[in-house]
């Protein structure tokens, strides 16, 4: 089999954290391996962080593109990695281009520019896969396999949280990087906390219960003083079927690290997951609480999850394996679209995620400057 070829925008160079990331998730399988990129925002560092990687190297993402289109380079797929506000152009640029994409979360800057690459997806039926790295663990695929064959009813309550720690204090005046453009309204957009890390959250609410935002009141606050954006992102939510939900992001929580998780409490039962212990999902319905264990020997994964699994139980699979689950979506769908014999590829956030998070998180900084007043999303 062909191993797929990705290029990537952003995420090279020293000091950089997330491209690194997607770099081993795309070799994990040894099916993908990254062979060119536009890695950095000035030209010569993207050419160095290249030359380090061993792939072929571009000063800027419209060079490669134009390469790609012009049949110089051939690849399968793009990876977005850069910060948000660096999202938006070259994911339409590579649509307008015909080249799937698997990009960063928050998906854009403004609602307006994820509707605009939403309808640009559908028209030119491009696969699009956001990078929501925690539905790629298979524990939260299965809660929504849980959630969608009735085991717990009909949800009536949800807790999705997101507590970090590490921007308690000022980092972005102590020069680090991934602090500094989170913390600048021209590089995160609207919000920093909300858009970063509160997404997360909405999508832990959403995905796993198949539910949709329909209304927030938001309090956000920016507890560090002279931070223009917020670091603490608090939602109340009423969602599509009248259920409530408590969507929270911190990033003030001093010594919490990443504390994502959900809780859905049902009519029939409750699931709960830790993303800090992902290999373990909680069903609870009364007398003994069940816990499911990671591992692809057990006879209760469906299919669907199930051929995303590669080690036995009491052997971890962590954060490489749920983002090289992301990838491995868009392989699937790729090698599909080619008529290649592929294990079904599991609907992970796509555009229209992107779409209800930028949605979510403005329809949350209006409210909270509204003092919570309810506000559709
Ligand atoms: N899905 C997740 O779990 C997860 C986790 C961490 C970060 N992220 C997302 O990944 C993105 C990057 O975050 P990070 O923490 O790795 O940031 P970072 O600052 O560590 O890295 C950003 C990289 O983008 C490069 N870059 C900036 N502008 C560019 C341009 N115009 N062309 C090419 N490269 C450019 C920078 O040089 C740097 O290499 C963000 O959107 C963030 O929200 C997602």
Request: charged share 20%.
């Amino acid at each position: 089999m062909k191993k797929l070829q990705v290029a990537m925008i952003g995420g090279g160079g020293e000091g950089s954290f997330f491209g690194a990331v997607h770099r081993r998730a795309i070799a994990f399988d040894d099916t993908r391996e990254v062979v060119a990129g536009a890695l950095r925002s000035q030209p010569e560092a993207a050419m160095q962080a290249a030359a380090d990687w061993g792939i072929r190297g571009y000063p800027d993402y419209p060079s490669m593109i134009e390469d790609i289109q012009q049949g110089r380079l051939q690849i399968d797929y793009v990876t977005i990695v850069t910060p948000n506000h660096q999202h938006f152009k070259p994911a339409k640029a590579c649509i307008e281009a015909g080249i799937p994409v698997v990009c960063e979360k928050p998906m854009t800057m403004t609602v307006d520019e994820a509707e605009e690459l939403a309808r640009l997806v559908e028209q030119k039926n491009t696969p699009f896969v956001l990078a929501h790295t925690y539905t790629g663990h298979p524990m939260m695929m299965y809660a929504r396999e849980l959630v969608a064959t009735g085991e717990i009813g009909e949800i009536r309550k949800i807790e999705s949280w997101y507590n970090q720690g590490w921007l308690a204090d000022k980092l972005e005046d102590a020069g680090v990087q991934q602090a500094g453009w989170r913390t600048d309204p021209q590089k995160a957009g609207l919000s920093n906390c909300g858009g970063d890390i509160g997404t997360h959250a909405m999508v832990a609410a959403t995905w796993t219960s198949g539910l949709e935002v329909k209304n927030v009141s938001a309090r956000l606050n920016s507890f560090v003083q002279g931070r223009l954006l917020d670091d603490d992102f608090n939602v109340l939510a009423q969602m599509s079927n009248g259920a409530t939900a408590l969507i929270w992001a911190t990033q003030i929580a001093v010594g919490y690290k990443n504390d994502n998780g959900f809780r859905l409490f049902g009519s029939k039962g409750s699931l709960e997951w830790h993303q800090e212990r992902a290999e373990k999902l909680l069903l609870r319905q009364g007398n003994c609480d069940q816990t499911y264990w990671l591992g692809a020997n057990f006879d209760f994964w469906p299919e669907s999850v199930a051929s995303y699994l590669r080690v036995p139980a009491g052997h971890h699979e962590d954060f490489f394996e749920a983002l090289a689950n992301l990838h491995c979506t868009m392989e699937r769908q790729l090698r599909r679209n080619r008529g290649e014999n592929t294990p079904a590829p599991y609907p992970h956030p796509d555009v229209r995620t992107g779409v209800a998070g930028m949605r979510f998180v403005a329809a949350a900084v209006n409210s909270s400057k509204q003092q919570g007043a309810w506000t559709e999303v």
